[in-house]
């Protein structure tokens, strides 16, 4: 396993973390057999950065890590996690939310704790809410190390944010290399990193847009290199190939993924790409536009929808079925859902929008979805 200094700390973190927001399940559940020899085989495997948070697995992220990394393991890893800040209504909340969570993780210290989903308004208000003096005691006891946040906005909220308090030890984006120019973006990174802050980059493969069998026009573009490499190492390349990136946040579902992410994390030249590749890179990214219309990463921020609606999974399929040219498949597959998860429920109340990190018309794209999906 390769490492990464983190930001202007002294500590030195795995070049891959483990995300745990998409763990193995089965029937819905998270399948604890499967998962904990995941997390055993990361640690084992050098990885030392672990990543949860409140909501994930409707909130048994948080209680399962808990218990997998009984017997040792917590000790060996860097743990993240994040307040819920949507349930924060008053100042008392941080402190009962907090020892929630250090009790379902089973531990006495948070490594870091960062504001979940932040943006320019959220940090105003558990701003002036207190958040900045409680979390100062909670580093001067110990329950925490580093204090952040985590972030779906735009660069200007990031800069604002930043720039608005200078005690910030750590910020986690989505970055990859087709976000270059959306949420923070390549300036957003390169401005925290300018401001001595750690960056941990979520999503490096779009909710994993970049690791499928790329569309024909985007494997010409691969087909293209000198050396030869699957589309998630392409991606992992490029984000490691930047200084400003601390870690590379996976959300691993089955042993395969883990076993590919691990062996290309250690790799020597992990983080090495010349100006050819880097080139090469950038067409990918530009052959890639326009063939996903929906840019949705299934972070189930929009669920669960007040009708049912399985937003998520309606724009996985019309997506996929745009990237691999096969409108037909799509539409059957869409055919094949459950009455009640489908668009025909949508009541139009658009709280999926104001949820949604990508600021998608999520109600207009329904709509569209439905015209060409919706009939038998």
């Given at each position: 396993m390769q490492y990464r200094q983190f930001g202007n700390k002294d500590l030195k973190v795995s070049a891959l973390g483990?995300?745990?927001?998409?763990?193995?399940?089965v029937d819905g559940q998270i399948d604890e057999s499967t998962a904990t020899q995941m997390v055993h085989q990361a640690v084992d495997s050098g990885v030392n950065y672990?990543?949860?948070?409140?909501?994930?697995?409707?909130?048994?992220?948080?209680?399962?890590?808990?218990?997998?990394?009984?017997?040792?393991?917590?000790?060996?890893?860097?743990?993240?996690?994040?307040?819920?800040?949507?349930?924060?209504e008053k100042a008392e909340d941080f402190e009962k939310i907090f020892q929630q969570q250090l009790s379902k993780l089973q531990t006495d210290w948070i490594d870091c704790y960062m504001i979940h989903g932040l943006n320019a308004e959220a940090w105003k208000r558990v701003r002036d809410l207190g958040v900045i003096e409680w979390s100062q005691k909670k580093i001067a006891s110990g329950e925490m190390k580093y204090f952040g946040f985590s972030f779906h906005s735009t660069c200007e909220d990031l800069k604002y944010i930043i720039d608005d308090y200078d005690g910030w030890d750590m910020c986690m984006v989505q970055y990859n290399y087709m976000d270059i120019q959306r949420q923070a973006g390549q300036e957003g990174v390169r401005y925290a990193h300018k401001k001595d802050l750690p960056v941990v980059a979520m999503e490096p493969l779009l909710g994993g847009k970049l690791s499928w069998q790329p569309p024909e026009a985007v494997q010409k573009v691969w087909d293209k290199a000198e050396t030869s490499r699957s589309p998630v190492e392409w991606a992992f390349r490029w984000l490691w190939n930047q200084p400003e990136i601390s870690v590379v946040l996976s959300g691993m579902s089955s042993p395969e993924q883990l076993e590919e992410n691990l062996a290309i994390a250690s790799k020597e030249d992990y983080d090495q790409l010349s100006e050819t590749e880097k080139e090469l890179v950038k067409e990918a990214r530009e052959a890639h536009h326009g063939l996903c219309p929906i840019p949705c990463t299934t972070c189930d921020y929009c669920q669960?929808?007040?009708e049912g609606v399985k937003i998520p999974k309606i724009f996985s399929l019309y997506n996929?079925?745009?990237?691999?040219?096969?409108i037909e498949n799509g539409k059957k597959?869409?055919?094949?859902?459950?009455?009640?998860?489908?668009?025909?429920?949508?009541?139009?109340?658009?709280?999926?929008?104001?949820?949604c990190p990508q600021g998608i018309a999520v109600v207009d794209w329904l709509k569209k979805v439905e015209q060409e999906f919706g009939q038998a």
């Open positions: 483990f995300g745990a927001m998409r763990l193995p399940t672990i990543d949860t948070a409140w909501p994930y697995h409707g909130g048994e992220s948080e209680r399962f890590l808990g218990r997998a990394l009984k017997g040792g393991y917590r000790e060996k890893v860097t743990l993240a996690t994040k307040m819920p800040r949507w349930d924060v669960p929808c007040p996929e079925a745009y990237m691999y040219n096969n597959r869409y055919q094949k859902m459950p009455e009640e998860q489908k668009i025909s429920h949508c009541s139009e109340c658009r709280q999926c929008e104001k949820v």
